[in-house]
């Protein structure tokens, strides 16, 4: 669709490289190999047979054709199947036993996307600690100075601009408090196989010694069709973006107000010098805006009809990198645009 | 719109009388009332004036007359500066300072939707837990049938009932818990005035005794432009119809797939007698989209800008009674399917 | 779920008492025995038959008994069987052959929804026509006014308050011929029988007949698992409340810029007299929100499966009457919202 | 924001590289210069000054630093402001004034926008026609054969494929007619200069040549601020994407419902090799669920607060060129899936 990401001038107001790395292609394919690097590590483990060390490190080393994963994909819906024939080929008949074998495809992709949403609240947890930060700062800068409290978009009584802003930080605290319990929270593997039965005879030492290979955690059983853990990032993000976007809204609303609620730098109009548009706080309302749309697609992604949904689970593959990646922009605009503030508010 | 609860056939598909009870416009004024009457004893209370109790019992029973709060509503966009000048005249003028003085209409309303959330909460707790229970009594019931396990809408391995059912079941668990904590984090308190301020000498008291007033708690400041409780609320139904709308689904899925799979009562075709149609399981399905796109609407209700935003707030009004009312529904109608189930697998 | 239209205090902000009407069980009820009347009389009419007229009476006149229509529709996800039951056995079994035969359930609720349409648009443009000579009068009133035009939420270059109001009027009168073509579009019956084949002899004159009977056409083929015309009116319906939102949009940003732009009565605050809240704006704000959410979930309910889909349908019923009802209340609102407004710009 | 039309694996499942291209940043800018020079030429034909096409020729062979765009539109929000710095710089002082003078940047970026989004409904009615054609043969080749209607997700009476198929063309005809009027409908331009006033001695002259230097008609007015042009697109898209997701739905449950309905190459399974998944068939009901919510959420984008809306404007700017590309993919899968059916029916 767009790659706001690498947009060449979009990029530095609606894109966010960062997120955007943990979802690209090579990303991608680098964390599926180490799982299945992972998996024959732990398969060869129980097995005691000393060849899977070296198997994993061809798996993670292997060269990977697109064009083959690419008609993989297309024939059966997940690169997994082309992936791990490529995979076996590379490796040669003697040890192709020790690739795959035990997992199913959404195994691989779930459990890779486990990886990266850990990256992506990582990020997430390290920008609001960087808010919260500006914003206090901003605080102190501002010390005394007031300003009209605005109610149904009219000034209502004199309040303090460090009020002002405590509003715009009260979400953050919980929202950094609910991105560290959750990063750990992400931090497990999936694995069922088949249907989800986990029908091995060592399952609970092959389980176990997949996720310590991978630094996760192994919940004990599949839970691939219980969307829950997608669903309390998306639910993280969804409030991250209405703690930027209202960020966005209120100076939008203060400007228009007037110049002694706020002024800032950027915004200018070479048609009308006199114009100073809040354009990055117009732009962080529309960031918020979309991710709220995609978070309501992913409601929708939730829900997996018998063991395994092929239609839910591709609707997911739809939203939730460019999720990451507008809520991602959002915290990286919302930095911006307070750094553009001049001033607020009156002696 | 169209009230499904009170519809005259569409009430036992549709409908949750129950839930519907809560938000009736009777029961929310009784809550209101209840609010003010609270608020006048808290403030009576601090005077350490004996009147407060008689004022209060007073509000309790005030005579409200419906079209003086219409034509109040439609002028003030919320009903109580009408409700305030209808008490004050109730209670007279020696007492008038005894009403709302210190609160601000959108105190009034937030604390009553808490009261109104703990209630709602509390059914839907009831209720998961009655359906988990059932789910167990057939996983009992079926106990040794097998039937395929469906992946990508075709079957896979075999696997057992007890497993397909053990899916049903997996999330309410969670939900449940998930529903007790949320009861507790919902009984609190809404106050800070005209801009959350709680501009008064004594606030702490004050707000201390208006919460005990109530069996709720005082979270120490006003939280009216932080929808985050709302939000918490809005993404448990949503998970809970995203539980009960997955045994719609599978139910129709199996039952396409056919006869070995599940049979049921109900769902018959008077044009085609050989018809079992899986008419509830269609219904469930229903809500659940319903529902989830309602609840996730919320994260634009969610973004109050300034002190207080009456669009925001009027668009939650719209929302929220609605989407627990189709939540609920989900729940009774998830029960119905589920009895109305009379095999499922082969032995 | 509530019925905001018979709300004692919502009502006259956010409800729509016309197009609520129009939806009731009671409205809804005649309209299923006008169609079975209508179907009665036309195929008696092919049958030559000089009982169906009588039949087709008894029909429009007999008593339903709620409780039974009730326990149908939870047993059969539809009212019509259970319905059907009851007008036999009201007409008796002699004449019962003359009750439905040859329609199905979806045919005469379809017919039904037409005839509800229908009304609908009608009273879509009577309000748009209003509201545009609403606009008119305020353009001559406020003639040589001028104002800001605000761009990116900044006071840009002066402008009329005639242009200004002209943007407001602008959709209308594509809306109005929309609605206009609409009405005509809906005016049709549905029939096709339980798979949508009119498997029958003389179908092309049953058809004729059946439409003539309720004043409609006959499209000549069963349509009811292609939503369009639904979708058609939904999408006139999203437009009008786009329009009647940005009215509202638009006054609570005049408002917020400053009083030179514009003077309204109503929206005070009893705590902060020299406030002047746009409360019906901020209304028409959340009701244009809403009506673009249930627009959304309207999409998910066109894509129906196989030649009948119970759980897409389902999912129509429980958006598509507050569709039409928030548009509806966002119509009216717009007129108040107008009718308050004292004055708009300087000399 | 991934750009699934250049993926690496996702490509020939998710993406649509055609309608991706019209969207690349490179045929974006291309076009923004196309439409910068079609305007030099019109203000420059008014001045019967010969040196207007000289400037429109080296405005359209101006080189873009990529990184000086960016830069400006961080700033302003909108790249137009830099890329015409840049340009007045290219052409020289002595000609800077025949640069873009009396256009504002929403009018180059929606003129763009009606040139691209003419090509994408091009796009749209070829492949729905080849689609169509595509039908029409299936048709042929089925002649004869006969399966279950499904009603209610259960087999109703026996129908033809004939009929079956029928249903997924019978959207098409519409579809295709509604394409080629929209085709026709979005050839126009937009200009208005700073408010929408088009505020120039000349006006009808220069709006008559800016449009017919680029092949599009003058509709002789701003209707930057009414998105009706860009919801009409939209609501098209939508229909095309239920149209082909019905096509993937049905698939899907014939397939579940038994082999003697459909056969198809490809969906197979490594661990199951019994298993035929109808891995196309669901990513089209994936693609279509992702397409109607941001359709439908263009509805937000689409109402404009003031003369000119920076955050309806970005957002729609989010949302639309991933609806193309979604639609334009679904209309390419839908290809494939019908391609790989074997056979539908019984003889």
Redesign the interface.
């Known amino acids: 669709?767009?790659?706001?990401?690498t947009?060449?001038?979009?990029?530095?107001?609606?894109?966010d490289t960062q997120i955007?790395a943990i979802?690209?292609?090579d990303a991608e394919l680098r964390r599926l190999l180490k799982v299945e690097a992972a998996w024959t590590r732990a398969i060869g483990s129980v097995a005691a047979d000393g060849t899977a060390d070296r198997v994993a490190v061809a798996i993670e080393n292997a060269p990977i054709d697109?064009s083959t994963?690419?008609?993989?994909?297309?024939?059966?819906?997940?690169?997994i199947?082309?992936l791990?024939r490529l995979l076996r080929d590379h490796v040669g008949p003697d040890h192709a036993a020790l690739v795959h074998t035990g997992m199913?495809s959404q195994d691989v992709m779930d459990t890779s996307l486990m990886l990266a949403l850990g990256d992506v609240l990582s990020v997430m947890e390290n920008r609001m600690s960087a808010l919260d930060q500006q914003l206090l700062d901003m605080q102190a800068a501002f010390k005394g100075r007031t300003m009209p409290?605005?109610?149904?978009?009219?000034?209502?009584?004199q309040?303090t601009v460090h009020?002002v802003i405590g509003?715009w930080r009260?979400?953050f605290e919980?929202l950094m408090n609910d991105a560290r319990d959750l990063t750990n929270k992400v931090r497990i593997v999936q694995w069922g196989?088949?249907?989800?039965?986990r029908d091995h005879a060592q399952a609970q030492a092959i389980g176990a010694a997949f996720a310590e290979n991978l630094g996760l955690r192994d919940p004990g059983q599949a839970w691939h069709?219980?969307r829950?853990v997608v669903?309390d990032v998306a639910?993280l993000l969804?409030?991250i973006?209405?703690a930027t976007?209202?960020i966005?809204?209120?100076v939008?609303?203060f400007?228009?107000?007037g110049a002694e609620n706020i002024t800032f730098t950027?915004?200018?109009?070479?048609?009308?010098p006199h114009?100073?548009?809040?354009?990055?706080a117009?732009?962080l309302?529309?960031?918020?805006?979309?991710a709220?749309?995609l978070?309501?697609?992913?409601?929708?992604?939730?829900?997996?009809?018998?063991?395994?949904?092929?239609?839910?689970w591709?609707?997911e593959?739809?939203?939730l990198?460019?999720l990451c990646?507008?809520v991602g922009a959002g915290t990286l605009l919302a930095a911006?645009t307070i750094e553009d503030i001049i001033s607020m508010g009156a002696i």
């Not at 947009?7 to 894109?15: A, S, T, V, Y």
């Not at 114009?275 to 990055?280: E, H, I, T």
Request: aromatic share 6%; hydrophobic share 35%.
């Open positions: 669709m767009i790659d706001t990401a947009h060449p001038w979009l990029g530095d107001l609606l894109g955007a979802f690209q292609p697109p994963l690419k008609a993989g994909t297309t024939q059966d819906g997940v690169p199947p082309a791990v199913t409290a605005y109610t149904r978009m009219q000034p209502a009584l309040t009020d509003r009260n979400p919980r196989g088949p249907i989800g039965a069709t219980d829950s669903l639910y969804s409030r973006s209405i976007g209202k966005g809204e209120d939008c609303v400007a228009l107000a950027g915004g200018g109009s070479s048609a009308m114009k100073n548009n809040p354009v990055k117009e732009a309302v529309a960031l918020a805006d979309f709220t749309v978070a309501t697609n992913l409601n929708r992604s939730a829900r997996h009809e018998g063991f395994r949904s092929g239609r839910a591709t609707l593959w739809l939203i990198p460019q990646a507008s911006h």
